[in-house]
């Protein structure tokens, strides 16, 4: 056999490995091109599934519309955006464990979420350590008060001191100088029945019976029969659906005259089927999507309002509610903040907290280093439930 110089076999051993170095360094180069450089990546934890799901399903079916839009025109500045949406089940662990994940593991640029006080509230404290905006869908002031602690937190849903007191003006306006309250017994709950107690105190109407139900209670019979038999000359309730249906119908079984008051908390189709007839003559405020056509022309949201309605509504075959109007907010502005200042997350904090004058679902919003919610009372409306169709009260 004929030898091969040593020479020549070093050579091309050589080569072979500068050839399989120079794809390897091609192949990483790549890969990391594609994470950082041709995609955005935002993330989103919802309550798609659990007792908060009637919030988080119209919230994750306008963002991923929203995002295909965005995309189909370009995406920003060039750049593709990857929608990533959690499912935390409406439990504040899997929030938490939900939003660590898109962090670590997906590198997102911002965090959109929770659908719910409770599951907002238990991300807080992550996106705080590790420095990434998050923007709430949800009511509880503590998820953004005090500003000092809650730098890197914002949110879209109206405060419940705004919804409270909204809430009190209407029975003080019908005459209850007495009411009760009924709450949920989670973060939502807790926020609401603080806010109304302090609305009230304010306002000189006096609490004279409070009490709290479970999210998955399947009767309250027993707090109404207490009401009934108490002074109270309105009922206000602060809850969701189911349990806010329930309710209601229990409220009508037991042949209750006096006026019932929900918050905005009802807003959506799930609470009018589940309530069916009970639900009619009940009065709320909520934000105006849900009685968009009714409102003046000189609105200054209407037009932004009926957009999104028809593009929701062409879509899912539905008409969308006030929590599908958290969502829009919430990647409307995260995107114009990032068209402006890119994709750096302290940047995007900064842009957030600098945000005015922002015609939004939710309201007008007027961010500021002082308020990270910027709504105003002129947010909500006073809405009363008639023949199963929501009507504006003018």
Same mark, same amino acid.
């Given at each position: ?10 050579? %091309? ?47 994750? @079916? ?46 997102? %640029? ?9 599951? #907002? ?67 939502? $709950? ?39 038999? #108490? ?46 007839? #009970? ?55 995260? %995107?114009? %903040?990032?068209?402006?200042? $890119? ?30 919610? $910027?709504? @105003? ?18």
């Amino acid at each position: 056999m004929k030898k091969v110089p040593v020479l020549l076999i070093i050579s %091309v051993l050589l080569s072979a490995l500068l050839f399989t170095a120079g794809c390897s360094s091609s192949q990483t180069e790549s890969a990391n091109s594609s994470k950082t450089g041709d995609t955005i990546n935002i993330g989103a934890v919802l309550d798609i599934s659990g007792t908060s799901s009637s919030l988080g399903i119209p919230e994750r @079916d306008t963002l991923q519309m929203m995002a295909d839009q965005l995309n189909a025109k370009g995406g920003i500045n060039g750049k593709q955006v990857k929608m990533i949406i959690m499912d935390n089940k409406s439990d504040e662990t899997e929030s938490v464990l939900a939003v660590k994940k898109l962090i670590d593991n997906d590198k997102v %640029v911002a965090v959109i979420g929770a659908s719910a006080s409770g599951t #907002s509230l238990a991300m807080v404290d992550t996106v705080q350590k590790e420095g990434v905006p998050m923007i709430s869908l949800a009511t509880n002031s503590k998820i953004v008060q005090p500003v000092a602690e809650h730098k890197w937190v914002f949110k879209m849903a109206q405060s419940d001191a705004t919804v409270a007191d909204k809430m009190i003006i209407y029975a003080k306006a019908k005459g209850a100088q007495k009411i009760a309250v009924l709450y949920m017994n989670n973060a939502f $709950g807790d926020g609401g029945k603080k806010a109304l107690i302090e609305s009230a105190a304010a306002k000189g109407i006096d609490v004279v019976f409070e009490d709290k139900f479970e999210a998955t209670d399947k009767e309250m019979s027993a707090q109404l029969a207490k009401i009934k038999a #108490s002074e109270a000359q309105a009922v206000l309730v602060w809850a969701i659906p189911p349990s806010a249906s329930i309710l209601t119908r229990n409220y009508r079984d037991l042949g209750l005259k006096i006026p019932l008051i929900h918050c905005h908390g009802i807003a959506n189709q799930k609470f009018l089927e589940l309530a069916d007839e #009970s639900a009619n003559n009940i009065v709320l405020p909520v934000g105006k999507i849900v009685v968009a056509e009714q409102l003046p022309d000189s609105d200054p949201q209407k037009q932004v309002l009926l957009s999104y309605a028809k593009d929701y509504s062409e879509r899912f075959k539905s008409q969308p509610n006030t929590f599908g109007g958290h969502a829009w907010d919430a990647f409307s502005m995260l %995107v114009n %903040v990032i068209k402006e200042s $890119g994709t750096d997350r302290v940047k995007i904090r900064d842009g957030l907290e600098k945000t005015t004058g922002f015609t939004g679902i939710s309201g007008v919003f007027n961010m500021s280093a002082q308020d990270h919610n $910027g709504l @105003d009372e002129a947010c909500m409306v006073m809405v009363e439930v008639k023949d199963g169709k929501w009507n504006l009260i003018k």
